[in-house]
Structures are given as structure tokens and as C-alpha cells.
């Protein structure tokens, strides 16, 4: 088993302990515990777990939910709510967010070992076929065969589909690490490229469509070499 770092936030430290017990029985040895909205934030931007089991309900009714939409944004990050809660309001919040799963208290061992599977298995899927990005206020899904380049501008990127461009405000570093490496290539310290959609590589440039991208000398030679692998 390939160990993924994660994270349990529940205000209750018994109900934490339990589920941590359970992914222990699991396989599962790389677990972090957070039991309040301040800490799991803090877990989650040093940490960057894989998988989050996160309660809808701690110290405020909508703590689970904000941290839910903050994941939303990370890209690479799928989380399993947990709730005993009936409130139609705030159910129909979570359904609203990305969530791979959903598991009632009290928890038990099957279901939580079926959420988890079904969240990995999500976390595959969607790795190799398409991410979000947060546009505005709304989260955009993007094949990632449909993305020709990718331009990096300050504190923001602009993503050229085939289709039309979309701007997110992260950098160009951060949507680096969250594409994969058989697919996308820095060109250039202010483009990604896709390389199934390069039309032709000069030492410093190459063609996408009717567009021409530099390529940095640095560069050059790992699209060069991948070529010559094709």
C-alpha cells in the first residue's frame, strides 16, 4: 500500500481516536489529527494531505464547511465528510462541495473503509483526467488533454484551452505540481506546456497551434529528449 499522508479533523477527540484506530487496522500509519478549524488549516497548508476525514460540524456549525471549500481549491486534495447532522440547509451546502464521500456518525468500520477506497479511487481518476481551478468565486473542471499551455502573470496564470482562456489567481509553481510529468513541461519560467499538443520544437521555441512559446535553454533539453523518446 502506497501510504498517503492523512488528516482527521473532529472536535471530538474521542470519535478522532476511533477513526484513527480504524485506519490503523487499515494499513494506514500516516495520520495527523487537528480538532479545530484554526489547526487543520495549518496541517493542511504544511502538510498537504492526501485525504481528509472532516466533520461538517466543530466549534461552528460551518467550520467543516469552510474548510471543505478551502480544500476545493488545493487541487490535489479529497476529503470524506463526516456528520451526524439532518439539517437540509447544510446538507445541501456539503453536497455543493467536492466531497469524495460521506460517512454518518455513529461510524462504522465498513463504511469507513468503503469511503476511503472510493475516495482513492476518485483521487486516481481524477489525477489523470482532468483538476479544478478556482475561477472567481466559482471551481472550474478542466480536462487536462483540453489545456494547450499555460501562462504564469504575477500572482496569477492564465490556462488556454482549446476551447478558451481561463484566469486563476495561484502561481505558476503552485498549478506545476498538481499537473502530471509525462503530460506537462516547463518551457519557460512563464509557460507550461502540454506536450501532446506541441506542432513543432525549435532551440527556442516551440509551436501550439498558431501560437509560438519560448523555450528557455534550461529548458530545451528536457522536451528535446522526450521527443527523441517518442
Do not use: V
Given at each position: 500500500m502506497t501510504q498517503k499522508n492523512i488528516l482527521i479533523v473532529e472536535d471530538e477527540v474521542l470519535i478522532a481516536e476511533?477513526?484513527?484506530?480504524?485506519?490503523?487496522?487499515?494499513?494506514?500509519?500516516?495520520?495527523?489529527?487537528?480538532?479545530?478549524?484554526k489547526t487543520a488549516l495549518q496541517i493542511i497548508d504544511y502538510l498537504s494531505p492526501e485525504i481528509v476525514l472532516l466533520d461538517i460540524h466543530l466549534a461552528?456549525?460551518?467550520?467543516?464547511?469552510?474548510?471543505?471549500?478551502?480544500?476545493?481549491?488545493k487541487k490535489n486534495m479529497h476529503y470524506i465528510?463526516?456528520?451526524?447532522n439532518s439539517d437540509l440547509l447544510i446538507v445541501k451546502q456539503a453536497t455543493e462541495t467536492f466531497a469524495t464521500a460521506y460517512i454518518t456518525k455513529p461510524i462504522k468500520k465498513a463504511d469507513l473503509f468503503a469511503a476511503m477506497e472510493i475516495s482513492l479511487k476518485s483521487q486516481i481518476q481524477k489525477e489523470e483526467t482532468y483538476f479544478f481551478v478556482k475561477e472567481n468565486e466559482a471551481n472550474i473542471r478542466i480536462l487536462l488533454n483540453d489545456i494547450l499551455y499555460i501562462e504564469g502573470s504575477g500572482n496569477y496564470i492564465h490556462i488556454y484551452t482549446q476551447e478558451k482562456k481561463i484566469i486563476s489567481r495561484q502561481s505558476l509553481e503552485n498549478v506545476s505540481d498538481h499537473l502530471p510529468e509525462h503530460q506537462f513541461i516547463r518551457a519557460h519560467r512563464s509557460y507550461i506546456i502540454n506536450i501532446h499538443a506541441v506542432k513543432s520544437i525549435t532551440s527556442k521555441s516551440v509551436t501550439i497551434g498558431n501560437i509560438e512559446i519560448p523555450v528557455s535553454r534550461t529548458h530545451y533539453s528536457k522536451i528535446s529528449d522526450f521527443f527523441k523518446k517518442k
Open positions: 476511533h477513526i484513527k484506530d480504524y485506519l490503523i487496522s487499515f494499513g494506514w500509519t500516516q495520520i495527523y489529527m487537528a480538532h479545530n478549524k461552528e456549525p460551518l467550520d467543516g464547511l469552510d474548510i471543505a471549500r478551502y480544500l476545493d481549491t465528510f463526516i456528520t451526524a
